[in-house]
Each structure stands twice: as structure tokens, then as C-alpha cells.
């Protein structure tokens, strides 16, 4: 040991200079919106056209006319060639002299998609395999003053990921045909998705998807901060890591390393120490600080409606010496929470829930997905933040970002911080076994690595999943795996168990990392990773899909800890058709487009099935397309309503603690769980998610027997108390209840609680329908309820409504959000079912929609970006509803 002590430091003191920190750092920037780079999109075959950094094939093509709309028609399949084809990225930029005085010049690439070739001024430099990956190469001695080339060579994905499979196959052989996509997308480290889904159309993208830059500094810089947060006692104390870098090499960084953490009041937290280090041989090292912050000089970081979303700013710092000039900085924004997954025994099996700063909360929300198809766009500050705004409007306090697609922006996460949104985070596996040959495992360890040291401080980031479905594929023989069933099962325990979850653990050890999801959590663990049963309701988060059965019927749901995914089709309004077609014939359910958006095998069947069930839709009807899509966001809706409110009200009896349905958001105009369609706008989904994840909720149940339980559920920190349930009893054909009754109603905080039983034996049921109101001082919103107790296509009484729709003119515009609000006014003489209103030719949002009036006159916000007069809106508005 002690020789081995020596040498290691006569190699330091012989070959290594002592480093101290002077970096005066800068940044060449190579992107496009850096009016000296001139970047070029090129292929074998005579396409030369700009190229767009960050950026990508399609999106450069579409913009030089080379492709049309990527969206439209079946163009999905019309430029596949675009990712058969070899494509090059050249840019040409200038260095000036004083550049190449820097000690470490450094070609960074934050992102490059996937497989590509990289030479600069003719000399290869190197090759990238991850696209989650950033790269970095030392290019001092290939940089010129003067006139650089930059050139990046990629490969097709698809054929990389043909070959790959040749020599290390891994199942699925392919996707469905249904889905017109590529095979082998499980080879290459990309977004899983860009190769087709069931919701999405493949585009198998290639490009520099993020920002490449030359950095230029002397010394080291701090690439990334990661913060473990811990509450002891009356403090939290912090462990602070810098990750730093010193170059491509080793080097003995020695400085001085200090911390401040601003928090409230007008005080700020200073800490800072000596430091030297030695890095690794390829520069990176880390540097630790400790701080102590009591606990009252902080506010807590609350998920969405428990409270402020309170962020401190925390900067690190690397300077020469204590009092020496500030270099280096890294600012992240920190929040102050404590988060814990809790499987503990349960009377059977072991509890699975989040506790967030001590408390048991149900978890609210959805899955997300790519905001975009096209990786490059789905970085868009704008859509993520609507998107995101949408959420945290119909109080989701939890999203998950589905392993099939891509880590996302740093903004991404910073606007769930802020938002309170906390983020489920699968590791991009999804739907598929996995190769594990020394080269994938390699690439892939350098992407958690990154990953988790990127995203670790962000308060939002709530767990780690492994993957996405492949414990239970395995399970379930999904790829028909079962005669090599050993095989693949050694495979998922070193990827997912030997090889990701120790660096997960180390860089982030106060955090959950779940192998798979969904999983038995602790319980797949002790049965060695692929439990018999991953789907076992006693344990863990399930996915249940049930196209089959009733889904307006909250009986056929099984008990589940945590549903982390559930869902059912709908289509998109043809406004958001119409941005993919304007082809009339296209506009049938037959029809061959109509067939190739709709990639679930017997999609339109379960929808067609579902509308059967409950509503009356005539084949023959001339308006039966246009119907059939309305009529398929009401089931949707109403599916998703029964489902999610099964869970909140299963919060009583089987301890239930979140419900995140399929999907959130779209990538193109087609069928799909979502509950927000491409371009934005809102499913009825969308907005009835505002009442069934509503924080104060009464929410009953119509039991087999008949019968109706009525539950409460108190989303809240404080108990529900001396409130009251109304429930009126309509007859079909009258807006006038003819009976109403009261019932004291009362829950403790965070939970949900039965308060009453009701029998329905002595009226008429094809003729009445219920509505339950709640009453709680303080509370602002907590929406109506309704129990229909027959199918509504077999009620008797409703009537054909008069409705008129007036706008007053009293509209104002919201500061903030800089858009227009207008009251719209809607009278009816009869109950109207699934009110929808539109306003096609304008781009505003009803703030409420899908209504079940039961009332002569309903008011309803509409907002909008441009200022219209109240007569053009009136105009504008068109409406449907149901009725048999
Ligand atoms: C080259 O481009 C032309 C026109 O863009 C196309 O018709 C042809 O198929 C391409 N050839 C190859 C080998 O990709
Ligand atoms: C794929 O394999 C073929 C046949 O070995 C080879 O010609 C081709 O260059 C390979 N392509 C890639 C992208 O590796
Ligand atoms: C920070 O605190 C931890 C735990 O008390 C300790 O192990 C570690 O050595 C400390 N680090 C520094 C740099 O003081
Ligand atoms: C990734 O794969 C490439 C290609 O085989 C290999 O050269 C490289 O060493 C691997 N590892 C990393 C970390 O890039
Ligand atoms: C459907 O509509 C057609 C044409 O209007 C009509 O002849 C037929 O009876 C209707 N079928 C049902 C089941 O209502
Ligand atoms: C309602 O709010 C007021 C003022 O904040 C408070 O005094 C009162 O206790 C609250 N009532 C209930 C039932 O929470
Ligand atoms: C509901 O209305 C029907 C007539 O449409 C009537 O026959 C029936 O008695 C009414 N039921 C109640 C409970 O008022
Ligand atoms: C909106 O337009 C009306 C006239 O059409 C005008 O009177 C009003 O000032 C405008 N409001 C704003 C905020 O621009």
C-alpha cells in the first residue's frame, strides 16, 4: 500500500502540472442564432440546404421546401428516405488569435442525434452513439485562427440499429405493423419513440439537437452542482458537490471553494473551504462543501396545492484563492423539501405512496411525453410551458416522463419547480428488452451519469424509474421471450440492477430508484426483479388498460397502490384534424387516412364499442364522423372520470395514493390517449381532469346492487368539517329538481372517507338523474357531481334544448398572462347533456367545457390572445351536445 502511495504521487509531482484555478471562461458559440456560424445540411444526392443548430434533418428539410409538412397526410411514411439516407452537418466559423491562448479549448456538443462522425478541419476527432449523451473533445491543437471547418457525418439510425441488431439482437424482432414504424430501436440510444408508437408516427430523427459551443478556460470549471438535502433536527444540512472538470485530462486542481445560499430575509448563507483535487484521467472530479441552514431562515417547497413553491438561489464558486477574484460559477435554484417513498406493511402486502414534507399525499396527474416528435422541438420553451401551465391549472401535483422518450430541458424541470409539479422520472428504457454488450452498457453509464448529476438538485425530481413496462414484458412474455426467459432476465438485472442502479444510488442516495415501473417496488426486489406477479395490487404502481368492459362504470376497476398509468383512446377535434388534412374523403372512420393515424390494433373498435354502451350514434347518420369524434372525447372523459375517481375514493378502503392517467399531450393529429391534443388545444378530458382531480371533491359511486355511495375526498392539509352534501334529484325532463336533501359531511385532512349510502329502489331510474354539490366555508371550487343511474342512450324525459349564447362586452385583459377574458352567458330551457362549445376560427379557451347544464343560465370565461369585439366572439362560438 504505502509504495503504491508513493509512485501515485511521484507520477503526480513528475507529470502533472499543479492547476490553479483561472478560468476566465468563454464560450465560442456554434449554433445558429450566432450570425458568424453558417451551418449546411447536406447528403450524397444533391440536397445541400441551411442547417439549423440546435436543430435537425426534418426540420431543415421542411424549412427549404425539400419535405412538406412532416404532419400532414401520410407524410410520416412519404420521408422515411430522410432517415434511410447519410446526412452531414458542416458549419464554417472563425477563432480569433487570442482564443487559442486558453490553456483548455474544448469542443462541447450538448446533444448529437445519434450516430455521427465528427471531423473538424478534415482531422477526426471522434464519434457519438448517445443522444442523451454530451460530448466533449479537446480541439486545441485542431483549432486554426482564422477560417474552421466543423463536420459531423451521421449514420442512418435505422440501419445503425439493423446492424446492432445482427450482432446483438434483443426482442422485440419489430413494432407492430400497424404502426408503419422501424425495428430495433432498443439498439441505439435515442428517443425510443422516434421510431413509431402506438400514439405516434416515426420519424427517426438525426441532427445536432442541442447546443454545440467551444468553451475556452484556464484551470477547471464546475459543469454541474448536485445538493443532498437533509432535515436534522432544526437544521437542514446540505452536502453541496461540485462536478468539475479540468479538460479532457488529469490535472491536480487546487483553489478555493465557496458557497452562498441566499434565503429569506436579507441574509445570505456563506460557506467555503481550500481545495485540492485530482481529477480523473478524463478531467471530471468532484468537490464537496457542507452547509448548515436552520430551519427557520427557509420556507418548504410544497408539490402544486399544498402550499408555495419556494426556490433559493444557491451559487458555487471556484476561485484562486479565498479572497481572490470570483471565476467560476454555477447558479441552481434549490427547494427545501423532504421526500420519502414509503413500502411499509400494509394489512396485505406494503403500502406505496409519497410522503412529502411528513405528509402522505395522493398523487395527481399524467403522463408525459416528447412535447414533440422531432427532439429538436420538443425543447420549445413556449409548448413546454403551456403544457406544463395546463397541468398545474387542473391541479396535477405529479407528471411522469415516460421512459420512451427523452430527458428533458433543464427548462423543463425548472418550470416543475416552480409549478410545484413533481416528476416521476423513468430512465429512457421503455417497451422492450435491452442488449447489454460491454459498448451499449459503456454508452449507457455515461448518460445516467450525466443525467442524474444534471437533473439531481431540482426539488421536482420525486424518484427514478429503471424503465418503462419491461419487468412485466418479460413477466408477461409480451416479445415472446419465454423459451430464453434466464437470459433475457440476466440481461435486465445487469442493466437495470448491476450496472444503473449503483450510480443512480451513489450520485443520488436520498432518492427512490425503482427498477421498472410499473414494479412491486421492494417486494419485485425480493423476488429477484421479475416478481410472478408485477401487476399485484398490494404493492407497488400498476398500468391497467381495460377496452373491454364498461368504462363508465367504476365497478370494473381493480384496486391498485399507486395506478401510474391508465387510459383510453379519443380523437382529436377536427380543428386539429384539419392541420393534417383537408381532404374531405379523408374525414370517415373507414377511411384510409383514418386507418393510418389510428396505430392501436382495434383503436376505432373500443371507441366505437365504448360510444355504444352509453350513447345513441346511428351509422347512417350524415353527421356520423363529426359525431363519432365528439361522442369519443365524451366516453374518454367520462372513462377517466370513473376511473381516477375510483382511485381518489379507493384513498378510504385500500389506501390508494395516486392516480397519473395516459397520456397527457400529443405528437401529431391522431387518436391517442391524450388529453390535450397537438397544437394545444383541450380534450373535454382535459377539463373534466379539473373536477376529478378538484382538491375538495364529492364523489359518489353507483354500486351493482344499485345503491350509491357517496364519498368525500380532502386533498387538503387542514380536515374538512361542518360541511354539508346537497343532492338534488332531477326527472330528465325539467331543469327544477324535484327533491333535494341534505347530509352532514366531514374528512379528516388528506384522505378520502364515505360518508353515506343511498337507495335509488323507489324512483324511476331511466327517468332521474342526481347531482351532488358540497358546501365547505373557504373552499372557492369543488365541483358538481352526477350519478346518470342508467345508460343515458336509455333515459326518458330529456328534451331538445333552446340554447342561447349571449358575450358581454365587459372584457379586460390579465396583466400577467396578457390575454383577453370575455364572459360568455349561456340560457337553455332544458337540461343539456356534454355542452361543448368551439370557437373554431379563433385560437381562445373556454375555461370550462363539456358542461351538463342543469341550470337556465351558466356562465363561462373565454380567454384569448387577440383582441376581439364581443360581437365577432358571439359569432365565432359554435356548439354541441348530446342527445338520443
Ligand atoms: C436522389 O434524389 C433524387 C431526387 O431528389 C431521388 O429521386 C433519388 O431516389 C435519390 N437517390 C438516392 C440513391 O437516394
Ligand atoms: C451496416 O452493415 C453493412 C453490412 O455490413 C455495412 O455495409 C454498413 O456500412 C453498416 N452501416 C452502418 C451504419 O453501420
Ligand atoms: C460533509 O458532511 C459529511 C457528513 O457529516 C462528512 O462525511 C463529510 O466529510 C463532510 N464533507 C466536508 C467537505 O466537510
Ligand atoms: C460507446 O460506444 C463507442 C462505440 O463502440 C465506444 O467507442 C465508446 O467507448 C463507448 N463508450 C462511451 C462512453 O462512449
Ligand atoms: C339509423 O338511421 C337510418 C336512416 O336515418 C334509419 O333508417 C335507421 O332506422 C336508424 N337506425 C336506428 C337503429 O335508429
Ligand atoms: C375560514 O377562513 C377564516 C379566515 O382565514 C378562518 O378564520 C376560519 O377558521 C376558516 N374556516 C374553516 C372552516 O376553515
Ligand atoms: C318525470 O317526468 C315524466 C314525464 O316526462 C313523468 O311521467 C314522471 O312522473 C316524472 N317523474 C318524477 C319523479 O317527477
Ligand atoms: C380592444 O379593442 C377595442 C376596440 O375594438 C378598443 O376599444 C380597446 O381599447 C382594445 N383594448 C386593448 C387592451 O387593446
Known amino acids: ?76 411514411v412519404r420521408t422515411r428516405w430522410v432517415a434511410y439516407d447519410t446526412w452531414r452537418y458542416t458549419g464554417h466559423f472563425e477563432v480569433g488569435e487570442h482564443d487559442l491562448e486558453s490553456s483548455i479549448v474544448n469542443l462541447v456538443f450538448e446533444g448529437v442525434d445519434t450516430v455521427g462522425f465528427i471531423e473538424l478541419n478534415d482531422v477526426p476527432i471522434g464519434t457519438t452513439r448517445n443522444m442523451f449523451v454530451r460530448y466533449v473533445f479537446d480541439v486545441k491543437q485542431h483549432l486554426r485562427i482564422g477560417k474552421n471547418k466543423l463536420k459531423i457525418s451521421f449514420a442512418s439510425p435505422v440501419e445503425v440499429a439493423r446492424n446492432r441488431s445482427n450482432k446483438h439482437f434483443a426482442a422485440p424482432s419489430c ?96 460557506v467555503g473551504r481550500k481545495i485540492g483535487v485530482v481529477t480523473r484521467d478524463d478531467g471530471t472530479g468532484e468537490l464537496e462543501l457542507n452547509m448548515t441552514v436552520s430551519l427557520n431562515v427557509v420556507s418548504l417547497w410544497w408539490p402544486n396545492g399544498f402550499g408555495d413553491q419556494t426556490l433559493y438561489d444557491l451559487e458555487v464558486s471556484l476561485k484562486t484563492h479565498e479572497k481572490s477574484e470570483e471565476i467560476c460559477r454555477k447558479s441552481v435554484k434549490i427547494g427545501f423539501r423532504t421526500l420519502e417513498v414509503i413500502e411499509e406493511d400494509a394489512s396485505k402486502g406494503l403500502t406505496f405512496y409519497f410522503k412529502v ?38 391541479h396535477m401535483s405529479m407528471l411522469r416522463v415516460w421512459g420512451g422518450g427523452v430527458y428533458e430541458s433543464d427548462y423543463f424541470y425548472e418550470r416543475c419547480d416552480q409549478l410545484g409539479i413533481l416528476i416521476w422520472q423513468d430512465l429512457m428504457f421503455a417497451c422492450a428488452m435491452y442488449p447489454t454488450d460491454p459498448e451499449f452498457l459503456d454508452n449507457v453509464t455515461d448518460e445516467i451519469q450525466q443525467t442524474v448529476i444534471r437533473l439531481q438538485h431540482h426539488p421536482s425530481i420525486a424518484l427514478w424509474a429503471g424503465n418503462n413496462e419491461n419487468e412485466v414484458a418479460l413477466r408477461g412474455n409480451w416479445y415472446n421471450t419465454q423459451t430464453q426467459f434466464s437470459k433475457y432476465k440476466e440481461e435486465y438485472i445487469k442493466l437495470y440492477v ?89 374525414y370517415k372512420l373507414n377511411s384510409a387516412y383514418s386507418k393510418h393515424r389510428q396505430h392501436s390494433p382495434n383503436g376505432y373498435d373500443f371507441i366505437k364499442d365504448q360510444i355504444n354502451l352509453h350513447l345513441n350514434l346511428n351509422e347512417s347518420d350524415p353527421k356520423y364522423f363529426e359525431k363519432f369524434v365528439f361522442y369519443s372525447q365524451i366516453t374518454q372523459a367520462m372513462a377517466m372520470k370513473a376511473e381516477t375517481e375510483f382511485y381518489r375514493q379507493s384513498q378510504a378502503n385500500w389506501y390508494t395514493m395516486g392516480a397519473l392517467y395516459w397520456q397527457l399531450n400529443d405528437v401529431w393529429q391522431a387518436p391517442s390517449w391524450s388529453s390535450i391534443e397537438y397544437g394545444g388545444k383541450w380534450k373535454m378530458l382535459h377539463y373534466y381532469a379539473k373536477s376529478f382531480f378538484a382538491p375538495v371533491l364529492v364523489s359518489p359511486r353507483l354500486l351493482l346492487t344499485g345503491a350509491v355511495d357517496v364519498y368525500v375526498i380532502n386533498d387538503r392539509l387542514v380536515p374538512l368539517i361542518d360541511s354539508k352534501i346537497t343532492i338534488e334529484f332531477y326527472n330528465w325532463s325539467s331543469l327544477i329538481p324535484f327533491k333535494s336533501q341534505e347530509h352532514p359531511a366531514s374528512a379528516e385532512m388528506l384522505s378520502a372517507a364515505k360518508q353515506m349510502s343511498l337507495s335509488l329502489a323507489e324512483y324511476n331510474k331511466d327517468e332521474i338523474f342526481l347531482k351532488f354539490s358540497l358546501d365547505i366555508e373557504n373552499v372557492s371550487y369543488s365541483p358538481h357531481n352526477f350519478i346518470f343511474p342508467r345508460p343515458l342512450k336509455e333515459i326518458k324525459g330529456l328534451k331538445q334544448p333552446h340554447i342561447k349564447i349571449t358575450v358581454e362586452n365587459n372584457r379586460f385583459k390579465n396583466r400577467f398572462q396578457k390575454k383577453f377574458r370575455y364572459v360568455v352567458n349561456i340560457e337553455v330551457d332544458a337540461v343539456v347533456l356534454f355542452l361543448w362549445l368551439e370557437t373554431n376560427s379563433l385560437d381562445g379557451r373556454f375555461l370550462d367545457n363539456g358542461f351538463i347544464v342543469t341550470q337556465p343560465r351558466t356562465k363561462v370565461d373565454y380567454i384569448i390572445q387577440k383582441n376581439v369585439s364581443a360581437q365577432e366572439l358571439k359569432k365565432c362560438i359554435t356548439y354541441q351536445y348530446y342527445i338520443n
Open 1 to 76: 500500500m504505502a509504495i503504491c502511495f508513493f509512485l501515485f504521487l511521484s507520477v503526480i509531482s513528475i507529470c502533472m502540472q499543479f492547476t490553479y484555478i483561472r478560468c476566465e471562461f468563454r464560450r465560442i458559440e456554434l449554433t445558429s442564432s450566432n450570425e458568424h456560424v453558417v451551418w449546411t445540411l447536406s447528403n450524397n444526392n444533391n440536397t445541400q440546404v441551411p442547417g439549423t443548430v440546435p436543430g435537425g434533418v426534418y426540420s431543415d428539410l421542411q424549412k427549404a421546401g425539400v419535405i412538406s409538412d412532416i404532419l400532414s397526410g401520410y407524410n410520416d
Open 175 to 270: 413494432v407492430p405493423d400497424i404502426y408503419n414504424g422501424e425495428c430495433h430501436a432498443n439498439q441505439i440510444r435515442k428517443m425510443q419513440a422516434s421510431f413509431s408508437w402506438d400514439w405516434g408516427p416515426a420519424f427517426p430523427s438525426v441532427g445536432l439537437w442541442k447546443p454545440v459551443y467551444i468553451e475556452l478556460y484556464d484551470g477547471a470549471i464546475i459543469r454541474s452542482v448536485t445538493t443532498h438535502i437533509e432535515q436534522k433536527k432544526q437544521n437542514w444540512e446540505l452536502r453541496i458537490v461540485a462536478h468539475v472538470e479540468s479538460g479532457t485530462r488529469k490535472k491536480h486542481v487546487i483553489g478555493y471553494l465557496s458557497a452562498s445560499l441566499a434565503v429569506d430575509g436579507p441574509q445570505t448563507i456563506k
Open 498 to 586: 448491476d450496472t444503473i442502479k449503483p450510480i443512480v444510488e451513489s450520485l443520488d442516495p436520498y432518492r427512490r430508484y425503482l427498477v421498472s415501473s410499473p414494479s412491486n417496488g421492494l417486494e419485485s426486489e425480493q423476488e429477484g426483479y421479475i416478481a410472478q406477479n408485477p401487476y399485484d395490487p398490494h404493492y407497488g404502481d400498476t398500468h391497467y388498460y381495460n377496452y373491454l368492459n364498461d368504462n363508465w362504470d367504476l365497478n370494473i376497476y381493480p384496486n391498485t397502490r399507486f395506478a401510474s398509468e391508465y387510459g383510453f383512446q379519443s380523437l382529436p377535434s377536427l380543428k386539429t384534424m384539419a392541420t393534417a388534412t383537408k381532404n374531405k374523403e379523408d
Open 357 to 394: 414534507n411528513g405528509y402522505p399525499i395522493f398523487m395527481k396527474g399524467s403522463n408525459w411525453i416528447p412535447a414533440n416528435i422531432l427532439p429538436e422541438l420538443g425543447y420549445d420553451k413556449s409548448t413546454v410551458d403551456s403544457l406544463l401551465i395546463a397541468a398545474s391549472e387542473i
